[in-house]
């Protein structure tokens, strides 16, 4: 029973490149999470989405930023032209459910992005 | 105002010893959970205990224990007897349960534990 699995483990950008980062939830869970953790910094919200739908996406930055997650396959972020400043460690979460559900919140071991 | 503050940047404690990490939290919203996780040098994150707003006894994982106190606003960690291990960021988190269905946490800043031999 594998957990939320992300890929790849550590990824490095040249600035402008594109980065693709993706995430498969825990078999069961239909809601997935995107984190941002800058150095030093706990995780902060980026992202909310369910099978072909964003649910709340307030924390995602204006431009260059985007997520999806189809109906089949795992969730992708997707972060277009980098800067330096997107070097960070992105954690995905998973859970059975969305509202009802306070408790069952899985993370993944998260993505490194370097950008140089 | 912060949702989540954690005001001990690092702590030291004794390889055997108890120590409290101290989390403080800010909702206006009844209902609501609180979480540690653990993150290893390795950098993954640990769920280790959670915390329901209803829940009337304080929750307990091993040597982990939360001492939540409502009316204070408080989810302060428990690690009894300390092991190297142990030695980590710890962060809290909050999620609320709210009208809008988009249940993310907010985390704090974290405080580094280092368990001395």
């Known amino acids: 029973n594998a957990g939320v699995m992300q890929n790849p483990r550590h990824l490095v950008r040249r600035r402008g490149q594109e980065a693709r980062l993706r995430c498969s939830p825990m078999?069961?869970?239909?809601?997935v999470y995107w984190y941002r953790q800058l150095p030093e910094e706990g995780l902060k919200f980026m992202v909310y989405?369910?099978?072909?739908?964003?649910?709340?996406e307030s924390g995602m930055p204006k431009e260059r930023f985007s997520a999806e997650f189809p109906k089949e396959g795992p969730s992708i972020l997707r972060i277009q032209q980098v800067v330096r400043g997107d070097s960070a460690a992105y954690f995905c979460?998973?859970?059975?459910?969305?509202?009802?559900?306070?408790?069952?919140?899985?993370f993944g071991s998260g993505t490194r992005l370097t950008v140089v | 105002a912060q949702k989540i503050t954690q005001t001990q940047p690092g702590m030291f404690v004794q390889e055997k010893e108890a120590v409290t990490l101290d989390c403080t939290y800010d909702?206006?919203?009844?209902?609501?959970?609180l979480f540690w996780y653990k993150q290893p040098s390795s950098g993954e994150m640990i769920f280790l205990i959670y915390?329901?707003?209803?829940?009337?006894q304080n929750a307990t994982e091993g040597r982990y224990s939360l001492n939540f106190q409502k009316a204070r606003k408080s989810a302060n960690l428990v690690i009894s007897a300390s092991q190297l291990g142990d030695s980590a960021m710890y962060f809290c988190?909050?999620?609320?349960?709210?009208?809008?269905?988009?249940?993310?946490?907010?985390f704090g800043t974290g405080t580094r534990l280092t368990v001395i031999p």
């Open positions: 988190a909050m999620r609320e349960a709210d009208q809008t269905g988009a249940n993310n946490l907010f």
């Open positions: 989405l369910q099978k072909e739908n964003i649910i709340d």
């Open positions: 909702t206006s919203d009844p209902s609501y959970g």
């Open positions: 915390q329901g707003s209803y829940d009337q």
């Open positions: 979460a998973s859970s059975p459910s969305g509202r009802t559900q306070i408790y069952g919140y899985t």
């Open positions: 078999k069961g869970h239909s809601h």
